[in-house]
């Protein structure tokens, strides 16, 4: 499992990096959940972040950095991880798991 989660995290951390160049060297003014909406490879990412509430706060001010987890990550979770922590219940320990994945300031790779 912990082998499992540093693969996820060295993926998410490039491919937040790939996001955060593709915005900004396009001169887009969006926020993070456009951007991974937009992408394709971040729905349930995008559904996460729904299912905890945390929309309004992702598209809110920064600078803040997200190490976002693709889709193939989270399939790489024991089976039924994901829909576990969607579930109303479980909507606290998915607020905590996502809002580990975010960090204040801009955060770029060469740091």
């Not at 060295?10 to 001169?27: D, N, R, T, V």
């Not at 996460?48 to 001010?61: H, I, R, S």
Request: no cysteine.
């Amino acid at each position: 499992m912990k082998t499992l989660l540093t693969r996820s995290f060295a993926a998410m951390a490039a491919l937040l990096l790939s996001i955060s160049a593709f915005a900004g060297h396009h001169g887009m003014k969006k926020d993070i959940v456009d951007v991974a909406a937009e992408n394709g490879s971040f729905t349930t990412l995008v559904a996460a972040v729904q299912a905890a509430g945390l929309v309004d706060t992702l598209k809110g001010e920064g600078p803040f950095t997200v190490f976002a987890p693709t889709d193939e990550a989270f399939a790489k979770l024991p089976e039924g991880t994901v829909e576990s922590l969607l579930k109303p219940e479980n909507k606290d320990k998915l607020v905590a798991i996502l809002t580990y994945h975010v960090v204040p300031g801009k955060v770029m790779a060469a740091e």
